[in-house]
Nanobody, 117 residues
């Protein structure tokens, strides 16, 4: 049984920074075998993949956020982070974490990020 709690969303000025957290709790998983995806979805838009940090710590990012967003993890806390810098109005969306391995797939509840002009 796994629960994900996502936090850190809110209102931020354009050009500012915000950090999201996603914490996993429960049992039946080995944190060292788990990977974290980050997605976002703006109103009327398709869900967009924005980044990943793998079980081995490798990262990759969508072109839309590359160079501005950084994902990291703290396995001792079963937590992933998404640091968002140089935020733009078009970054406004609901952000979701996705905790997965070869056999399991869990989703956070989503957190709203709104970037004001």
């Amino acid at each position: 049984q796994v629960q994900l709690v996502e936090s850190g969303g809110g209102l931020v000025q354009a050009g500012g920074s915000l950090t999201l957290s996603c914490a996993a709790s429960g049992s039946g998983f080995d944190i060292n075998n788990m990977n974290w995806n980050w997605y976002r979805q703006a109103p009327g838009k398709q869900r967009e993949w924005i980044g990943v940090i793998t079980s081995t710590g490798n990262t990759d990012y969508a072109a839309s956020v590359d160079g501005r967003f950084t994902t990291s993890r703290d396995n001792a806390k079963n937590t992933a982070y998404l640091q968002m810098n140089s935020l733009k109005r078009e970054d406004t969306a609901v952000y979701y974490c996705n905790f997965f391995c070869a056999t399991w797939d869990y989703w956070g509840q989503g957190t709203q990020v709104t970037v004001s002009s």
